[in-house]
């Protein structure tokens, strides 16, 4: 029976495996993040509520409908982050990282983020990024860089069929004069009125609209694409150039937005076509005004969060063949009082040894204790009765293909890594 709590609506909470599955995309990831240079950051979980207003955007659907805000006992409004850049870079400021050294800041964190959202499949009211940020350069190759990170640690997952949708919102020089014609011509279609509403607050966002009467209106707006001042052409020319270099693919997508207000310049989305209606598996791009926007110095930066959940659905529609690390490879199984202290200290060598091993605990008889060996996933099962101490030799199990043979227990560590490791 279960108790009488559940987690709230909306949480997504991992057990094992699936929890052991979501660690070991995890560590593929900070494997990718290191090799690039960027060092891990362990990011505070809530924040003061302005600095999302004043990041994220206040007419931003993030920050307008579905923030978890709360007065703390000090009466100080505070914020479950709904994302990490904002207070990435809120950190990096803080702890004077840009003063440190070279720039840019390089910088990757994980954990939990809080949207009040309307849950469904692929969306949680809980749910985990992975956030990287590069800080203090506008150079188009970190643009670049980060987005290949994102894409070697696809590859490495074994996920064959992500998609890189790309664009760029122009700069605070080029966007006014374009914002103002896409206004002019979106005041001419035919919308209802929160949609109007949209046009006069953030009227990019009006090109995300996914309504079929709305597209269709569409065709023929006008796109940021068109409109790029010199510079920001030429910076992403150059973002498209590299990734090509890179043997990146993507797709231009010119009515790409986001729905954060912080984007400048380079955006884009890790897309999954088997994910239906959530299928944006991963998102980033520049933010060269937000440092200022949260009272720091200029201090241009680029990065991106992935979804942890949705990568996992995606592992799973795909039949992708990424597999968490196996949690016993070893079962140690006693007869006997003196077998169970021996196998007890024989399974500690083995975890030292960097097996993974476990053994049966209650005082089980042999065939539960087979029974939990098979139960345990474990390639192997040590076997030590009374008659192998005299003999000072354990049965070796074979648990796939069933051969057993007496190994001598000082040589169990060794045979054991080699059969290990030659398989
Ligand atoms: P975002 O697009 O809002 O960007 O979120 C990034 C990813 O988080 C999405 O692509 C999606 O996979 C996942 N995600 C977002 N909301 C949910 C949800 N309710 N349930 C499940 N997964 C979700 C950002 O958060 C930016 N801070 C990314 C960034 C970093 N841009 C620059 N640096």
């Known amino acids: 029976m279960s108790s009488s709590f559940q987690a709230p609506k909306g949480v997504n909470e991992y057990v094992p495996p699936r929890a052991d599955l979501l660690q070991a995309i995890r560590h593929a990831f900070a494997e990718q993040a290191r090799l690039a240079g960027y060092g891990y950051l362990e990011l505070a979980v809530f924040e003061d509520t302005t600095l999302f207003k004043r990041g ?6 993030v920050v307008s409908k579905e923030m978890y805000t709360f007065e703390d006992r000090g009466g100080r ?13 809120r950190a990096v400021l803080e702890h004077n990282l840009h003063k440190r050294g070279g720039l840019p800041v390089k910088i990757w ?30 150079d188009p190759q970190v643009d670049a860089e980060t987005i290949a990170i994102a894409w070697n640690w696809y590859r490495s997952l074994g996920l064959t069929r992500v998609r890189l949708l790309l664009n760029s919102l122009g700069c605070k020089e080029c966007r006014p004069a374009y914002r103002a014609r896409l206004q002019e011509f979106l005041r001419g279609l035919d919308l209802d009125e929160p949609t109007r509403q949209r046009i006069e607050i953030n009227p990019l966002r009006v090109l995300d609209d996914k309504r079929p009467e709305v597209r269709a209106q569409l065709e023929g707006a006008p796109l940021m694409a068109d409109h790029l001042c010199a510079d920001c052409k030429a910076h992403h020319d150059r973002v498209r150039a590299l990734l090509s270099d890179l043997g990146i693919t993507w797709e231009d997508t010119p009515t790409l937005v986001r729905g954060l207000d912080y984007y400048t310049r380079t955006t884009y989305e890790f897309d999954h076509p088997l994910l239906g209606a959530q299928s944006g598996i991963g998102g980033g791009g520049r933010y060269d005004g937000l440092s200022e926007d949260i009272g720091g110095p200029e201090l241009p930066g680029i990065g991106f969060g992935l ?11 795909e039949g992708a063949a990424f597999a968490a690390p ?5 079962f140690g199984v006693a007869i006997g009082d003196e077998a ?15 097996i993974a091993a476990d053994m049966a605990f209650g005082g089980k008889r042999l065939k539960g204790a087979m029974k939990d060996a098979d139960r345990s996933g474990a390639r192997y099962a040590v076997i030590l009765g009374e008659r192998d101490i005299a003999a000072g030799s354990a049965q070796l199990k074979d648990l796939g293909g ?18 290990l490791s030659s398989r």
């Open 56 to 61: 994220v955007g206040e007419s931003t659907d």
């Open 307 to 317: 979804g942890l959940d949705r990568t996992i659905l995606a592992l799973e529609a």
């Open 109 to 138: 964190t994980t954990g939990p983020a809080f949207r009040a959202e309307q849950p469904q499949a692929g969306r949680y009211r809980q749910f985990y990024q992975l956030d990287l940020e590069a800080i203090g350069t506008e």
């Open 77 to 89: 409004s505070l914020t479950l982050r709904p994302e990490f850049t904002a207070g990435v870079l």
């Open 326 to 330: 196996p949690r016993c490879q070893v």
């Open 340 to 354: 169970e202290r021996r196998v007890f200290g024989l399974v500690n060598e083995l975890r030292r040894a960097g």
């Open 402 to 419: 069933g051969d057993q043979a007496a190994v001598p227990l000082d040589e169990i560590v060794t045979t054991l890594r080699e059969r």
